[in-house]
């Protein structure tokens, strides 16, 4: 069983720059692949970022270039570092993990999710 808590989300303004923290439990962190994904009202959930236990990352396109995923696996916490916000980033934002290593599912399966924390942006 892994716990997820994210935090860092808030109030920000068009072009700034926000990072999220995602604090897991369990000692098999650095073997499982996290991923951020995100909701907006009245959207369905989607897939922003994952990283693998290898750190291979990935990223949707409409984050590419202005998101960045990272783990330290010696704080057991993952996070997205989000610049050039736009007020299409508003959203909660979901931390997840999954024990698989493969790339199958990458954007969609994950196993464990947080709670979630809200950032929105104003134009």
């Known amino acids: 069983q892994v716990q997820l808590v994210e935090s860092g989300g808030g109030l920000l303004q068009a072009g700034d720059s926000l990072r999220l923290s995602c604090a897991a439990s369990?000692?098999?962190?650095?073997?499982?692949?996290m991923g951020w994904f995100r909701q907006a009202p009245g959207k369905e959930r989607e897939f922003v970022a994952a990283?693998?236990?290898?750190?291979?990352?990935y990223y949707a396109d409409s984050v590419k270039g202005r998101f960045t995923i990272s783990r330290d696996n010696a704080k057991n916490t993952a996070y997205l570092q989000m610049n050039s916000l736009k007020s299409e980033d508003t959203a909660v934002y979901y931390c997840?993990?999954?024990?698989?290593?493969?790339?199958?599912?990458?954007?969609?399966?994950?196993?464990?999710w947080g709670q979630g924390t809200q950032v929105t942006v104003s134009s």
């Open positions: 369990g000692r098999t962190f650095s073997r499982y692949r």
């Open positions: 990283i693998k236990s290898n750190f291979d990352t």
């Open positions: 997840a993990a999954d024990p698989l290593f493969s790339d199958s599912g990458i954007t969609t399966s994950y196993v464990y």
